[in-house]
């Protein structure tokens, strides 16, 4: 695996992290009044799961991503720190 491969999956990782940390952090600010603008998202992905039967196994997928403004702030700052270090 050459060098500019493992700088493209640590930012991916930097990236993911940054958008879990800010949504983590979205869902927390939601309970202050005054950092209610955090939490404001939008949510998309299948409402309905979609089920496979094949009467031996059962096989569900479901996928649902739930973006809000603390997120793409986290997701910023993580590309900044990836480009700092």
Known sequence: MSTREKNIWILIIFILSGLVIGGLLGELASRVDWLWWLSFGQQFGLEN?????????????ALMFKINISSIIG???????????
């Open 49 to 61: 799961p979609l089920v496979l039967d094949l009467n031996i196994v059962k096989i569900t997928f």
């Open 75 to 85: 997701m910023g700052i993580a590309i900044f720190i990836y480009r700092k270090v």
